[in-house]
């Protein structure tokens, strides 16, 4: 049996972890769904037109700021994996990123969460703990 | 509106779901060539860039997150979730037919749920439409009934 303050250490590196992923992810999409069809901003025909799609991206601030929580939450992931095993971490993170995702869409980006969906996200968690067994 | 994907964009949501998990493992047996990189054997990560698995495995995850943002722009985010859901199971499968780990009974139920949960939402609309105020316009002017 871990320590209480081992345990508490653990849960809350997994919450932050989880907590970075989501920002990051809503961020991203909410950059993503300002553009629409990115096939839409090509300018020219062949690899040259994929630029215009690129430079839209690149330059939005909301997928910049996005783009740096991903790269905290990897840094946060490798971190997190020093003090925590393997197998608490990865399905923890993956679930928790996965259901804080549907809230967070719900919420921020307006989306129409239906049963539909929050059936797959249970699904999805309750398969995630089992393949980590 | 109804949204029916084209067949490019399954070939997008394939991408996103196959090229993370198939990343994922090509640096994994990379890394296992390189060794353990640890704070005084730092000078191996820059020797790390120049195995062929782990280059594999950067342009597989580069090619993740290109076709990821593509799926972004136009279906929302609690649709392309469960595509990268998919790749729990690509890696389960692959780690059972290339690295021989073994397949527990519990380990075939998780994928048997994720599939499920895929197709349920696969099923569904891919975006959510917000009316513009326009569009509400034209409904309160009775126009279209």
Redesign the interface.
Known sequence: MLAPTTLLRSWSCILFVAALAIAG??L??AA??S????DRLRTKSGIRGYAGPIRA?LSSPIFLIGALCMALNFFAMLFTLSIVELSLAAPAT?SLT?IG??IA??LF??????H??W???G??C??????S? | MKHTLTPQRYLILLAVSLSASVGDTLLKRGMGQVGTVDMQHLGLLWHALFNPYVIAGIVLLIGFFASY??A???A????V??AT?LG?VVI?LLSHFWLHEHL?L??C??????V???G??A???SR?E?PSHADLDLMDSGVGR
């Open positions: 992810e809503c991203i999409a993503m769904r553009f629409g069809d990115l991206v993956a996965y995702n549907a869409a719900k980006l307006r989306e129409n969460v239906d539909r969906r059936l797959a996200v699904f999805v309750a398969g995630v703990f089992l393949l067994k | 943002m593509t972004l722009s136009w929302d985010l609690t649709f979730m469960p859901a729990y389960a527990s519990y380990r139920a998780g994928i048997l749920l994720i499920c949960a895929v349920f939402v099923n569904g609309p959510t917000h």
